[in-house]
């Protein structure tokens, strides 16, 4: 079929448009190019057609949403349902229940099976709304098998004993978000107000949660049904946002080795750990207290950096040469300056204080008040701020060790984490600089406070929420599903 | 006609795609369902300015997915993967504007543009000139409008400027696409982007600084295979 130019305008046009769209070979290409050279009204033409082809760029494109892929895997399945009832019939009966009907038979299911399974990761946000409390909680959920666990800890610790990080307004805000998350019909709403970090822990958790075998999915399922649904559910709640938050400062291997404990001797060992933390010495400074000594330390800050160098917590951990790492740390120093300084600064940070605070300070013997002095300075801004012991040093300090002391590999893994483990991780690993190898968070090294040790740990790198190392390391993630 | 070997060997050795067919035909799931991700939001978008309408569009995109993977067992690559999903996708648009004509359901485009009788072109430039701006057009607007030149296009027309414009298809393959010869592939075009230069001149002479994605000064690049003055 062809359809010849009527006449010479439609030729003119045609070979226009074909040398617009470079369809012309290029003897006729070369013909037009002499023609429009001395033609002003083909000009004109060429290029109106241009404007107006150009002009067709504002159609809008098009996004179909998960729906589409759904329904159409849908229609496919049925397609690949009837293709299969339809071959099975059309074998005999005899042959049906012959080798080549069983193979058909087989290679159909396998793809309807396949299909079945696309449509559930068609959907992936279906699954995660369905199982969101479960996911949100995995790193909790996996580390107990039944109620049993929850009601001995909460029996033997009660609300009050319990030694954490988490203030009353952050607890009371993890409640909230509990009880938000299990509520099937707040959950696609809260999932939509994640930021961009939090939403990409959840794909971490969700990842996990899919890599787990249906039965221990089912599991994790049951249990947290069993939380919601008891009697003291609010305590227990309580007392799972607790320990998950306590847990979430262990090592790894601390967490793995709790868990493969018998739920009394678990139970036992995390009271034990709790009470020694509930009564440790040091004195935890007030809002106001902090504010003072920020100010104290300021000039402190000032006064060490002439007589020490830019070195330690307050000119970073910054060292012109590794030998540094294998000499006496910045606390060991800190700490001798303040005990040959002591007349001169003591006084000064004690103003800072409340008349009880004093009193317990005058009454702790030397060595801890020492101890007690280089906790203060270290936590004062961190404790105020709210987030945590190892708060102290600056996001500028952090981003400047980043830069200048991790190595490729460091900065690719902690570039990897979500921005809070990355943080975390990142002040670890600061402070680690800083004072040796052996300091740990919440006082693994000499100047922690002893009752914490043990939970710090000595290389504990934050909880488990977001390292894999204590499960089996889940599938990369599938940014589509989200 | 029958596709030789090496015609087939060459298709699956050059087009990606033609490999993931030939696993949908082994019946890998998996690879079907990368085929639709890649293709379904052209497609949807192909339909959707075809037949003016949404939801439409989408029945017709999922209904030429099925249809690739009911002619799995049949595909032999003669061709770019791509030009065998438009020709599924240029007969499923004329089965459905047949059927849609018998019941007198007709919503496209064209058809949408409102009730007229005599050249469909005059009737988009006039009602086209109705709308036109004493200032500059916004992007908004002038959609609108390209949307009503589109739509004034007979459906071979249509069929041929969406192929080529959006989704690069060269004369050749939209012949066999549309099972037409390149040289009336080439009359068809040229009669449409003359009829829809008549419907969009005045607008865009009109408003020279409209701007236009993905051009400069907004006019000129937008067609790969044009060539600027």
Same mark, same amino acid.
């Given at each position: ?307 020490? !160098?830019? $070195?330690?917590? %307050? =000119? &970073? @951990? /910054?060292?012109? +040469? ?5 000499? *006496?740390?910045?606390? #060991? ?122 939970? !710090?740990? $000595?290389?504990? %790198? =934050? &909880? @488990? /929420?977001?390292? +894999? ?5 889940? *599938?990369?993630?599938? #940014?589509?599903?989200? | ?229």
């Amino acid at each position: 079929m062809s359809n010849p130019p009527t006449n010479e305008k439609d030729r003119r046009l045609e070979q226009l448009v074909a040398y617009l769209d470079g369809e012309l070979p290029p003897a006729e290409r070369a013909l037009v190019e002499k023609q429009l050279a001395r033609d002003a009204a083909l000009r004109e033409d060429l290029q109106g057609m241009e404007r107006a082809w150009s002009a067709l760029d504002v159609l809008p494109t098009t996004k179909v949403d998960d729906r589409f892929a759904q329904t159409t895997m849908e229609m496919v399945v049925g397609a690949a349902r009837d293709e299969l009832l339809e071959k099975t019939r059309a074998l005999p009966i005899k042959r049906r229940k012959g080798i080549l009907g069983k193979a058909l038979l087989a290679t159909a299911a396998a793809m309807l099976g396949l299909l079945a399974v696309r449509l559930v990761r068609e959907n992936p946000n279906r699954r995660l709304l369905a199982d969101l409390p479960v996911i949100q909680y995995i790193d909790t959920y996996t580390q107990f098998r039944d109620l049993d666990f929850l009601n001995k800890l909460h029996d033997q610790l009660g609300p009050g004993v319990w030694v954490s990080d988490l203030t009353d307004d952050a607890l009371a805000e993890e409640q909230n978000e509990f009880l938000t998350v299990s509520n099937t019909a707040n959950r696609r709403e809260w999932v939509t107000t994640l930021d961009e970090e939090n939403r990409g822990a959840l794909l971490v958790r969700y990842n996990r949660f899919v890599a787990l075998s249906p039965t221990e999915q089912a599991r994790l399922r049951e249990l947290h049904a069993a939380v919601v649904a008891a009697p003291n559910s609010a305590d227990l709640e309580r007392t799972m946002l607790l320990y998950r938050q306590w847990l979430s400062a262990l090592p790894a291997s601390r967490q793995y080795e709790l868990r493969d404990m018998p739920v009394d001797k678990r139970v036992h060992e995390i009271v034990t750990q709790q009470r020694r933390e509930a009564n440790n010495p040091w004195i935890e400074l007030t809002p106001e207290e902090n504010r003072r000594l920020e100010q104290m330390k300021q000039s402190l800050r000032e006064q060490i950096v002439r007589e020490m !160098g830019p $070195r330690g917590e %307050f =000119g &970073g @951990p /910054r060292r012109p +040469d590794r030998e540094r790492d294998r000499g *006496p740390g910045f606390v #060991e120093q800190l700490r001798s300056y303040l005990a040959a300084h002591r007349n001169e600064w003591l006084p000064k940070i004690l103003e800072s204080l409340s008349e009880e605070h004093r009193e317990k300070f005058a009454a702790l013997e030397p060595r801890l008040q020492q101890q007690q002095l280089v906790r203060w300075i270290m936590q004062s801004r961190g404790r105020n701020a709210g987030r945590g012991p190892f708060a102290g040093v600056t996001q500028q300090d952090l981003e400047q060790f980043f830069v200048d002391e991790t190595d490729p590999a460091q900065k690719e893994r902690l570039l990897a984490l979500p921005r809070d483990q990355m943080e975390r991780e990142l002040r670890q690993m600061y402070f680690r600089s800083a004072f040796g190898e052996d300091f740990g968070p919440s006082g693994g090294g000499p100047f922690g406070p002893p009752p914490r040790g043990d939970r !710090g740990g $000595r290389r504990g %790198f =934050g &909880g @488990p /929420r977001d390292r +894999d190392d204590f499960q089996r390391p889940p *599938p990369p993630p599938r #940014e589509e599903e989200f | 006609m029958a596709i030789s070997d090496t015609t087939a060997l060459r298709y699956t050795s050059e087009d990606p795609d033609v490999r993931l067919m030939l696993r949908v035909q082994q019946d890998d799931a998996g690879a079907f369902e990368e085929l639709m991700l890649r293709y379904q939001d052209r497609v949807v978008s192909l339909m959707t300015h075809l037949v003016g309408k949404r939801d439409l569009a989408e029945d017709l995109a999922q209904d030429i997915f099925l249809r690739i993977y009911r002619s799995r067992k049949r595909y032999v690559p003669g061709s770019k993967f791509s030009t065998w999903l438009y020709t599924i996708a240029h007969n499923v648009a004329s089965n459905s504007r047949r059927s849609l004509s018998r019941r007198r359901e007709v919503n496209l485009v064209g058809k949408e543009s409102g009730e007229y009788e005599g050249n469909p072109i005059d009737h988009a430039a006039l009602a086209a000139s109705g709308l036109m701006p004493t200032r500059q057009l916004d992007k908004a607007e002038l959609a609108s409008v390209v949307q009503l030149a589109i739509g004034a296009l007979n459906e071979r027309q249509r069929m041929a400027v969406l192929l080529n414009k959006f989704e690069h298809l060269g004369y050749e393959e939209i012949a066999e696409v549309m099972q037409l010869t390149p040289q009336a592939v080439k009359s068809l075009l040229s009669r449409a982007r003359a009829n829809l230069r008549e419907v969009l001149e005045p607008y865009l002479a009109q408003g020279t600084n409209v701007p236009l994605p993905g051009s400069g000064e907004g006019l000129g690049e937008g067609n790969p295979n044009s060539v600027t003055s």
